[in-house]
């Protein structure tokens, strides 16, 4: 902080719907830096200096955290039945208001070893599993058999 009569301070913005440039201020004329649109990558040391005709002035360095909340998945039902040989689709619905999701997987348990990651190829449109990523989180099971029944 410099005693020139005039505060400095750092006012951190959450997430906004308008699209600008990422930092405003954080100069002459208004020495307040503006951060919009907060991601993690933007967390780290901020330092405000100054400098006139006698030399350049600096605070100690100041940490910023970023914080925000983990997805939220669902399962709107707690059982799903079909027919051996049918194609089902286990809904999931996710909620990250925070930040865009980055992956979305699935784990089956049979009960009878440890669970099971299902790798979902993407672009498979034949496989047996479909679905369960970002854009649709849901999991497509074809051609039902017993083996798909879990606990």
């Not at 719907?17 to 405003?24: A, D, H, P």
């Not at 020495?31 to 350049?56: H, Q, R, V």
């Not at 039902?77 to 996710?94: A, D, M, N």
Request: aromatic share 8%.
């Amino acid at each position: 902080m410099f005693d020139d009569g005039y505060r400095t301070q750092v006012i951190l913005v959450l997430p906004s719907e308008v699209e600008s440039e990422k930092y405003k201020g954080g100069n002459i004329s208004n020495p307040t830096l503006l951060i919009k649109n907060l991601t993690k990558k933007d967390e780290g040391l901020y330092k405000c200096s100054a400098t006139n005709m006698f030399g350049t002035g600096e605070n100690n360095f100041t940490r910023l955290f970023v914080q925000g909340n983990t997805p939220i998945s669902n399962i709107p039902r707690l059982e799903y039945t079909g027919e051996l040989k049918s194609f089902i689709i286990v809904g999931c619905i996710i909620t990250s208001p925070d930040a865009a999701l980055t992956s979305v997987s699935w784990t089956f348990d049979n009960g009878s070893t440890t669970p099971i990651v299902i790798n979902i190829p993407p672009h498979d449109n034949n496989g047996k599993y479909q679905g369960g990523n970002v854009t649709d989180p849901s999991l497509h099971i074809r051609n039902l058999t017993k083996s798909d029944e879990g606990r």
